[in-house]
């Protein structure tokens, strides 16, 4: 091989290099810029394979995706009725402008944490500050949420080209003295609302009582009262059928009836009667023995 084309091979290696090293991918979860010596030059790249001056544009690719940053430790905030609490929050958001983002934050994501945790803190302090201890703990933390979300990505966006999905609160800890007092106050509102329903449920207890015993007395009433309607229908047959069988035959109605006296009047062997022997009473006897 003679000279010269050792110098073309290695002059087409020597290119090749040059262009493979300039050669870069930026994938769709992901955002580029470029920069030319240290400035930057285009913040619109595309995903795919791109290609850059060697030695004279460097490109940047970070993440594109939602990311989330922590709080280190708990922050202390004041209510409205300056009691202090433990917060811990975390923040989702994501680049929306990677040129301002790389300016603000020189591309670092510690630096981007940090830089977001001052406003949204700052945010989080206005809002317990506005409100009271039950309303953080209890019954508006989404609003809160809500309003602070408003409040902090517009900030974000406009100074370090990032948006703020969601600020969601982990956990809230009341010091040990601000914890002793929301738990008499919390056991003094349940106290107050078990006496309230207990006293609604005494008086529907009563009214319900009051309806069965109205209910009660009207049953009674009226079965009293169908009892004796058909008592009396009872009674008026009874007297109908007597009536009649008496108009058929009276001389064995009376017959019929003095026996049924004499049965009831010696029921048992020890039963005494005194009674004048010519009376009525012994008339049907009186006749028997006659005969």
Not at 66 to 87: N, W, Y
Not at 204 to 222: G, L, P, S, T, Y
Not at 250 to 256: L, M
């Amino acid at each position: 091989m003679s000279g010269k084309s050792l110098i073309v091979i290695i002059v087409a290696v020597a290119a090749l290099l040059y262009v493979s090293s300039g050669l870069y991918i930026v994938e769709q979860r992901e955002k580029a810029i470029m920069l030319e010596f240290g400035k930057v030059v285009d913040t619109e790249i595309e995903p795919g394979l791109h290609w850059r001056w060697p030695l004279i544009n460097t490109t940047k690719i970070f993440d594109a995706r939602i990311l989330t940053s922590r709080t280190e430790r708990p922050e202390r905030f004041l209510t409205v009725e300056k009691k202090g609490m433990e917060v811990d929050y975390f923040v989702k958001w994501r680049i929306s402008d990677v040129g301002k983002y790389y300016t603000a934050t020189n591309g670092d994501e510690f630096n981007a944490d940090r830089a977001i945790a001052r406003p949204v803190n700052e945010g989080l302090r206005n809002e317990f500050g506005e409100r009271t201890l039950q309303e953080v703990v209890s019954g508006e933390r989404d609003e809160l949420m809500v309003a602070l979300i408003n409040k902090v990505s517009e900030e974000a966006q406009a100074r370090l080209g990032v948006e703020i999905i969601d600020v969601r609160v982990k956990r809230i800890d009341l010091p040990p003295d601000v914890s002793e007092s929301v738990f008499r106050r919390m056991r003094a509102e349940r106290e107050q609302e078990a006496r309230a329903h207990r006293s609604e449920g005494q008086e529907q207890a009563e009214i319900i009582k009051a309806d069965a015993d109205r209910q009660r007395v009207v049953i009674r009433a009226n079965a009293y009262r169908e009892a004796e309607q058909i008592r009396g229908e009872g009674d008026a047959q009874a007297a109908s059928i007597y009536a009649d069988a008496y108009t058929r035959d009276p001389e064995f109605y009376s017959f019929v009836r003095s026996l049924n006296a004499y049965k009831e009047s010696f029921n048992g062997p020890s039963d005494l009667l005194l009674v004048d022997p010519d009376s009525d009473f012994f008339r049907y006897l009186n006749k028997s023995g006659a005969q």
